[in-house]
């Protein structure tokens, strides 16, 4: 017959520690969703790109530009008035032909996103121009004349 008492007293000790660290891993986690919708928004630069996983030069020079009111600008799509949806790891531009890509990477000035559009598969490993960021910030905190 095991005796709890004894299994107890020994054990005893380790769910305080247990508790302490479950808490902790909670507390840790990111919302996903949250992290990328703050980090995204700037102007992101297409550094190199793929079209059915070979290099591609087409789009050279493009970028998106991402703002706090859920739209995106860019030069490689001519709608105006274009809107964006974050669902965790994924994006979707809603163009006329609605662009809808993984987030593969995702940090702070740096991320990879592909997948799907129209008959190709595309990837974009994109750069932020964070010297624009730091000059918006620098313009806000300057004085109004």
């Not at 993984?102 to 559009?117: K, R, T």
């Not at 974009?124 to 121009?129: G, V, Y």
Request: negative net charge.
């Amino acid at each position: 017959m095991i005796n709890f008492a004894v299994y107890f007293n020994n054990y005893m000790y380790h769910l305080p520690v247990f508790i302490i660290g479950f808490t902790l891993l909670l507390s840790c986690k990111d919302n996903t969703k949250e992290v990328v919708e703050k980090g995204l928004i700037g102007k992101w630069s297409v550094v190199q790109s793929e079209l059915n996983h070979k290099p591609s030069k087409t789009m050279e020079n493009a970028f998106f530009s991402f703002d706090e009111t859920k739209k995106v600008v860019s030069n490689v799509f001519e709608e105006k008035d274009v809107t964006y949806v974050i669902d965790e790891r994924k994006i979707t531009i809603q163009t006329n032909t609605p662009l809808e890509l993984d987030i593969s990477y995702f940090e702070n000035d740096s991320m990879i996103l592909e997948g799907n559009y129209s008959l190709y598969y595309v990837k974009f490993f994109m750069k932020k121009d964070t010297m624009g960021d730091l000059i918006l910030e620098e313009n806000e905190k300057m004085p109004a004349n």
